[in-house]
Protein backbone atom coordinates (compact mmCIF):
# COMPACT_ATOMS: atom_id res chain seq x y z
CA UNK A 1 0.00 0.00 0.00
CA UNK A 2 1.29 3.31 -0.71
CA UNK A 3 2.68 5.65 2.16
CA UNK A 4 3.02 9.14 3.14
CA UNK A 5 6.53 9.42 4.22
CA UNK A 6 7.62 11.98 7.25
CA UNK A 7 10.65 13.34 8.46
CA UNK A 8 12.95 13.66 10.56
CA UNK A 9 10.97 11.40 12.97
CA UNK A 10 12.33 13.13 15.79
CA UNK A 11 13.14 17.13 15.92
CA UNK A 12 14.53 18.89 18.79
CA UNK A 13 14.19 22.51 18.99
CA UNK A 14 15.04 25.10 21.54
CA UNK A 15 11.85 27.48 22.33
CA UNK A 16 11.88 30.49 19.89
CA UNK A 17 13.49 28.61 16.81
CA UNK A 18 11.80 27.84 13.72
CA UNK A 19 11.35 24.65 12.89
CA UNK A 20 10.12 22.71 9.37
CA UNK A 21 8.75 19.22 9.25
CA UNK A 22 8.90 17.88 6.21
CA UNK A 23 5.83 15.26 4.32
CA UNK A 24 6.14 13.21 1.02
CA UNK A 25 2.26 12.41 0.56
CA UNK A 26 1.41 9.83 -1.59
CA UNK A 27 2.16 11.07 -5.07
CA UNK A 28 -1.17 11.18 -6.90
CA UNK A 29 -2.90 12.72 -3.86
CA UNK A 30 -4.43 16.28 -4.10
CA UNK A 31 -5.26 16.76 -0.88
CA UNK A 32 -2.93 17.82 1.96
CA UNK A 33 -3.32 17.84 5.72
CA UNK A 34 -1.55 18.48 9.34
CA UNK A 35 -2.64 17.59 12.78
CA UNK A 36 -1.20 17.43 15.72
CA UNK A 37 -1.79 15.08 18.82
CA UNK A 38 -0.26 17.07 22.09
CA UNK A 39 1.01 13.75 24.51
CA UNK A 40 -1.85 12.68 26.75
CA UNK A 41 -4.73 14.44 24.08
CA UNK A 42 -6.84 14.42 21.15
CA UNK A 43 -5.51 14.04 17.68
CA UNK A 44 -6.55 17.66 16.45
CA UNK A 45 -6.67 19.23 13.10
CA UNK A 46 -4.48 21.82 12.26
CA UNK A 47 -4.94 22.41 8.20
CA UNK A 48 -5.82 21.57 4.77
CA UNK A 49 -3.88 22.33 1.75
CA UNK A 50 -5.17 22.33 -2.50
CA UNK A 51 -4.82 23.35 -5.14
CA UNK A 52 -1.39 25.45 -3.31
CA UNK A 53 -3.80 27.09 -1.14
CA UNK A 54 -4.76 26.58 2.28
CA UNK A 55 -8.95 25.39 2.09
CA UNK A 56 -9.10 25.14 5.68
CA UNK A 57 -7.30 25.49 9.52
CA UNK A 58 -8.34 25.43 12.84
CA UNK A 59 -7.77 27.85 15.64
CA UNK A 60 -4.55 26.07 16.22
CA UNK A 61 -3.32 27.24 13.33
CA UNK A 62 -2.50 30.64 13.47
CA UNK A 63 0.71 33.13 12.33
CA UNK A 64 3.45 31.31 13.47
CA UNK A 65 2.80 28.15 11.45
CA UNK A 66 2.52 28.16 7.52
CA UNK A 67 2.27 25.53 4.79
CA UNK A 68 3.95 25.00 1.62
CA UNK A 69 4.25 22.62 -1.28
CA UNK A 70 7.38 23.56 -2.40
CA UNK A 71 8.31 21.14 -5.43
CA UNK A 72 5.65 19.45 -6.05
CA UNK A 73 6.18 16.27 -4.20
CA UNK A 74 6.91 17.53 -0.24
CA UNK A 75 4.59 19.18 1.79
CA UNK A 76 6.31 20.93 4.42
CA UNK A 77 4.40 22.85 8.05
CA UNK A 78 7.04 25.47 9.21
CA UNK A 79 6.73 26.75 12.74
CA UNK A 80 8.10 30.40 13.04
CA UNK A 81 9.48 30.67 16.69
CA UNK A 82 8.58 27.62 18.74
CA UNK A 83 6.67 27.46 21.98
CA UNK A 84 7.00 24.81 24.56
CA UNK A 85 3.17 24.09 23.87
CA UNK A 86 4.13 23.21 20.30
CA UNK A 87 5.61 19.81 21.54
CA UNK A 88 3.66 17.33 20.41
CA UNK A 89 3.55 14.95 17.01
CA UNK A 90 2.15 16.33 14.04
CA UNK A 91 0.90 13.90 11.71
CA UNK A 92 0.82 14.78 7.64
CA UNK A 93 -1.87 12.89 5.99
CA UNK A 94 -3.21 13.32 2.45
CA UNK A 95 -6.53 12.29 0.03
CA UNK A 96 -6.95 11.69 -3.68
CA UNK A 97 -9.68 13.63 -3.46
CA UNK A 98 -12.36 15.36 -0.89
CA UNK A 99 -16.32 14.40 -0.44
CA UNK A 100 -16.04 11.34 -1.97
CA UNK A 101 -17.11 8.27 0.35
CA UNK A 102 -15.00 6.17 -1.22
CA UNK A 103 -11.93 8.02 -0.15
CA UNK A 104 -9.60 7.49 1.74
CA UNK A 105 -7.22 9.43 4.27
CA UNK A 106 -4.07 7.92 4.79
CA UNK A 107 -1.58 9.15 7.44
CA UNK A 108 2.17 9.29 8.00
CA UNK A 109 3.70 7.91 10.71
CA UNK A 110 4.50 11.36 12.61
CA UNK A 111 7.33 13.54 13.79
CA UNK A 112 7.44 14.12 17.27
CA UNK A 113 8.59 17.43 17.76
CA UNK A 114 10.04 18.39 21.70
CA UNK A 115 10.52 22.26 22.12
CA UNK A 116 12.96 22.60 24.89
CA UNK B 1 -20.14 21.67 15.16
CA UNK B 2 -18.98 17.90 15.47
CA UNK B 3 -17.07 15.70 18.43
CA UNK B 4 -16.89 12.04 19.65
CA UNK B 5 -16.57 10.47 23.10
CA UNK B 6 -14.48 7.68 23.28
CA UNK B 7 -15.28 5.89 27.33
CA UNK B 8 -12.59 4.17 28.99
CA UNK B 9 -8.72 5.54 28.40
CA UNK B 10 -7.41 1.75 28.80
CA UNK B 11 -9.44 -1.51 27.84
CA UNK B 12 -7.95 -4.74 28.49
CA UNK B 13 -9.09 -7.96 27.46
CA UNK B 14 -7.93 -11.80 27.24
CA UNK B 15 -6.89 -13.23 24.24
CA UNK B 16 -9.52 -14.84 22.33
CA UNK B 17 -12.67 -12.60 24.57
CA UNK B 18 -14.70 -9.86 22.98
CA UNK B 19 -13.22 -6.37 22.11
CA UNK B 20 -16.02 -3.35 22.35
CA UNK B 21 -14.47 -0.18 22.39
CA UNK B 22 -17.06 2.81 22.73
CA UNK B 23 -17.73 5.37 20.81
CA UNK B 24 -20.46 8.23 21.06
CA UNK B 25 -20.74 11.17 18.82
CA UNK B 26 -22.21 14.17 18.16
CA UNK B 27 -22.75 15.89 15.11
CA UNK B 28 -25.48 18.95 13.52
CA UNK B 29 -24.95 17.46 10.17
CA UNK B 30 -25.23 13.23 9.34
CA UNK B 31 -21.81 12.34 10.04
CA UNK B 32 -19.39 10.52 8.58
CA UNK B 33 -17.60 8.36 11.64
CA UNK B 34 -14.28 6.89 11.58
CA UNK B 35 -12.40 3.94 13.78
CA UNK B 36 -8.54 4.83 13.33
CA UNK B 37 -5.87 2.48 14.95
CA UNK B 38 -2.27 3.54 16.40
CA UNK B 39 0.48 0.81 16.82
CA UNK B 40 3.44 1.81 18.53
CA UNK B 41 5.67 4.18 16.34
CA UNK B 42 3.53 3.82 13.52
CA UNK B 43 0.99 6.57 12.29
CA UNK B 44 -2.64 6.40 12.02
CA UNK B 45 -4.07 3.85 10.03
CA UNK B 46 -8.09 3.74 9.23
CA UNK B 47 -9.28 0.63 10.09
CA UNK B 48 -13.09 1.25 9.19
CA UNK B 49 -15.62 4.47 7.96
CA UNK B 50 -19.08 4.63 8.02
CA UNK B 51 -20.54 7.04 5.43
CA UNK B 52 -24.26 6.73 5.53
CA UNK B 53 -24.51 3.15 3.59
CA UNK B 54 -25.22 0.70 5.36
CA UNK B 55 -24.91 0.55 9.42
CA UNK B 56 -23.16 -2.42 9.98
CA UNK B 57 -19.58 -1.60 8.91
CA UNK B 58 -16.78 -4.35 8.65
CA UNK B 59 -13.41 -3.07 8.46
CA UNK B 60 -9.47 -4.79 8.40
CA UNK B 61 -8.52 -7.32 10.88
CA UNK B 62 -12.00 -8.42 11.81
CA UNK B 63 -13.37 -5.68 13.13
CA UNK B 64 -16.97 -4.11 12.83
CA UNK B 65 -18.47 -0.84 14.05
CA UNK B 66 -22.46 -0.23 14.03
CA UNK B 67 -23.55 2.91 13.33
CA UNK B 68 -26.83 3.55 15.67
CA UNK B 69 -28.33 6.92 15.39
CA UNK B 70 -31.00 6.70 18.07
CA UNK B 71 -27.86 6.20 20.76
CA UNK B 72 -25.54 8.24 18.74
CA UNK B 73 -22.65 5.88 19.08
CA UNK B 74 -20.34 3.65 16.64
CA UNK B 75 -18.94 1.19 19.07
CA UNK B 76 -15.84 -0.75 17.72
CA UNK B 77 -16.15 -4.46 18.06
CA UNK B 78 -14.19 -7.47 17.18
CA UNK B 79 -15.39 -11.37 18.45
CA UNK B 80 -11.94 -12.55 19.30
CA UNK B 81 -8.58 -10.74 20.52
CA UNK B 82 -5.09 -11.36 19.41
CA UNK B 83 -2.11 -10.18 21.20
CA UNK B 84 -1.41 -8.20 18.04
CA UNK B 85 -4.72 -6.07 18.29
CA UNK B 86 -2.89 -4.15 21.13
CA UNK B 87 -2.94 -0.58 20.06
CA UNK B 88 -4.45 2.61 20.40
CA UNK B 89 -7.84 2.95 19.02
CA UNK B 90 -9.09 6.20 18.10
CA UNK B 91 -12.59 7.26 17.13
CA UNK B 92 -13.00 10.09 14.77
CA UNK B 93 -15.98 12.30 12.97
CA UNK B 94 -16.08 14.41 10.40
CA UNK B 95 -18.75 16.15 8.00
CA UNK B 96 -19.16 15.26 4.13
CA UNK B 97 -15.82 15.00 2.70
CA UNK B 98 -12.37 14.33 4.63
CA UNK B 99 -12.16 18.41 5.15
CA UNK B 100 -11.58 17.95 9.37
CA UNK B 101 -11.92 15.10 10.95
CA UNK B 102 -12.62 15.02 14.68
CA UNK B 103 -10.93 12.46 16.82
CA UNK B 104 -11.52 11.51 19.87
CA UNK B 105 -9.05 11.05 23.10
CA UNK B 106 -8.42 7.23 22.02
CA UNK B 107 -8.78 4.02 23.99
CA UNK B 108 -5.37 1.90 24.38
CA UNK B 109 -6.34 -1.34 24.10
CA UNK B 110 -4.55 -4.05 25.75
CA UNK B 111 -4.87 -7.93 25.53
CA UNK B 112 -3.84 -10.46 27.92
CA UNK B 113 -2.10 -13.88 26.90
Known amino acids: EPEVTQTPSHQVTQMGQEVILRCVPI?????FYWYRQILGQKVEFLVSFYNNEISEKSEIFDDQFSVERPDGSNFTLKIRSTKLEDSAMYFC??????????????FGSGTQLSVL | AQSVTQLGSHVSVSEGALVLLRCNYSSSVPPYLFWYVQYPNQGLQLLLK??????LVKGINGFEAEFKKSETSFHLTKPSAHMSDAAEYFCAVSGVGYQKVTFGTGTKLQVIP
Open chain 1, 93 to 106: ASSERQGNTNEKLF
Open chain 2, 50 to 55: YTSAAT
Open chain 1, 27 to 31: SNHLY
